[in-house]
């Protein structure tokens, strides 16, 4: 039997239209047949003809309710699932609204503001019995899927270290007004939260998460370096080096494993946009290398190097994986929601609860050795708290 789940959707910006364009595809596209989506209602917090142009701009199928608040959407029976996609600053109120009102969620990233948030969000869906995940998507890419895979078979030996970048090249004095949830700190604005978080899933998804979870270990140690944008104080570019207290897939005794995760506003991974500065990711075994090129939060080709042995040319495999039907591939972590609530789980094992909470520990220092706070508002982990 097939199983269809009742999206509400809150918000009703850029990342919400990504998301609802990919939930009303048909999912025989991407080779799914067990799981389908509807968007029974969507929300915006400035008034309900907003949410009405989004539901007519996307040709949302009828019945989708459309309120001009929150609360109204987390509180219709027609919803199953809420998709939070307001800003980091407002993800610990909104997803404790949707969870307060019995509902299963889906938060956008970064989960919330600090990993205190993170724990109350979590410790509350385990007492009311509801799902609740962080909408990493990347984690759901095939692609993601397949090379956590070769990582946990041994295809590069022992994987020691994790260089991984995600800058965009955008000068934000022209790119965004001053008030722009990109550079606002009233929004939780900043490089770290809204793209360092992609660079830290690629150094967390295989040096943490391709270890069983009894061998999962939190970084040992963090180091950082943070620039700040003059005009609003926010980050504009993070550094990170990042020991793990072992490796993987072997967990080898006494031995350390490393990461170097990146993230800037003024310069670019990719600055031709043409792939030709070359990967973003770089995943280093003793047997070889794995290169992820793409964006870190989109990527659509790896490239296996293998080490050569007695001189030989090593041969190196190129692997395109596509995201089919022009979509952007948002679909395949509502997937996992729908199958995981099919199957009473309350959360992902592909982003379980405690690996979200330690990737938010880590923003958590590399903020404090920044010297970056936000207001006490957005920090604050008070619900419910007008912002």
């Known amino acids: ?33 067990d799981v389908t989506h509807t968007v029974a209602a969507v ?37 199953q699932a809420v998709y939070v996609a307001s800003p980091h600053s407002h993800h610990f109120q909104h997803t404790m609204l949707a969870l307060e009102a019995g509902k299963h969620v889906l938060c956008e990233k970064a989960f919330t503001v600090n ?16 799902f609740l995940m962080e909408a990493v998507w990347t984690r759901y890419f095939p692609l993601s899927i397949e090379v956590r895979r070769l990582v946990q078979t041994g295809a590069i030996g022992e994987v020691l270290r994790v260089i991984s970048d995600l800058s965009i090249g955008d000068e934000p004095e022209t790119a965004w007004s001053a008030d722009h949830r990109m550079v606002n700190k009233d929004l939780a604005g900043g490089a770290l939260l809204d793209l360092g978080v992609y660079a830290l899933t690629w150094v967390f998804q295989i040096l943490y ?28 570019e993070a550094t990170m080096i990042i020991t793990f207290p072992t490796t993987t897939p072997s967990a080898l005794p006494n031995r350390t494993s490393h990461a170097v995760a990146m993230t800037a506003f003024r310069v670019s991974t990719d600055p031709d946009n043409r792939g030709s500065a070359g990967p973003s990711v770089q995943i280093q075994g003793t047997k070889g290398h794995i290169q992820i090129f793409g964006p870190a939060f989109c990527p659509e080709k790896y490239r ?11 041969t190196i495999q190129d692997v395109h994986m596509p995201i089919p039907g022009g979509a952007r591939g948002m679909f395949w972590e509502a997937d996992e929601v729908a199958r995981c609530l099919r199957d009473g789980k309350l959360e992902s094992e592909t982003l379980p609860w405690d690996e ?16 970056l706070t936000y207001p006490e508002s957005i920090e604050s982990t008070s619900y419910p708290l007008a912002l």
């Open 356 to 371: 979200s909470i330690t990737i938010m520990e880590v923003m958590d220092k590399v903020r404090e050795q920044g010297g």
């Open 304 to 314: 296996v190097v293998p080490c050569s042995e007695s001189g030989d040319p090593a």
């Open 115 to 130: 990993a205190a948030q993170a724990k109350i969000l979590c410790e509350t869906a385990r007492k009311k019995g509801l």
């Open 209 to 236: 998460h391709t270890l069983p979870p009894s061998q999962r270990k939190a970084p040992s140690q963090i180091t950082s370096h943070m620039s700040k944008y003059p005009k609003t104080g926010v980050d504009e």
């Open 1 to 33: 039997m097939v199983f269809n789940l009742r999206w509400g959707i809150l918000a009703t910006g850029g990342i919400a239209e990504t998301f609802v364009k990919d939930l009303l595809r048909d999912p025989a596209e991407r080779g799914v047949t």
């Open 43 to 79: 929300a915006s917090s400035s008034s309900k003809s907003s949410a009405d142009s989004f539901v007519q701009r996307l040709q949302v199928p009828e019945p989708c309710a459309t309120y001009g608040s929150y609360a109204e959407a987390v509180n219709d029976a027609s919803v």
